[in-house]
């Protein structure tokens, strides 16, 4: 079993930042990629960034210059660096993992979701 678990969101003041986390624990044996979407009201989920072991980052067009995809591979964790928010930035922001199991099942996984509000 495999669980994400997020933290980082809040509120901020436009030109703020802040810096997302989503650790993975269980029974991993490996991470193929990892992503960050997010979901504003009333508009579908995007993604925003990605990262694999073969590939660099690739980064929406709207974050590019503001945003920062890493991971720690020993915490099988994901950040989110956001610098400059905007408001339009406000949005709830899910991690993506692709994941191999030591039972080398292999599968989607997503975080529980963490709030961004960027507002004055």
């Known amino acids: 079993q495999v669980q994400l678990v997020e933290s980082g969101g809040g509120l901020v003041q436009p030109g703020g930042s802040l810096r997302l986390s989503c650790a993975a624990s269980?029974?991993?044996?490996?991470?193929?990629?990892m992503a960050w979407y997010r979901q504003a009201p009333g508009k579908e989920r995007e993604l925003v960034a990605s990262?694999?072991?073969?590939?660099?980052?690739n980064y929406a067009d709207s974050v590019k210059g503001r945003f920062t995809i890493s991971r720690d591979n020993a915490k099988n964790t994901v950040y989110l660096q956001m610098n400059s928010l905007k408001p339009e930035d406000t949005a709830v922001y899910y991690c993506y993992l692709d994941i191999l199991r030591k039972s080398l099942l292999r599968g989607d996984y997503w975080g529980q979701g963490t709030q961004v509000t960027v507002s004055s």
């Open positions: 269980g029974s991993i044996r490996s991470i193929y990629a």
């Open positions: 990262l694999s072991s073969s590939i660099s980052a």
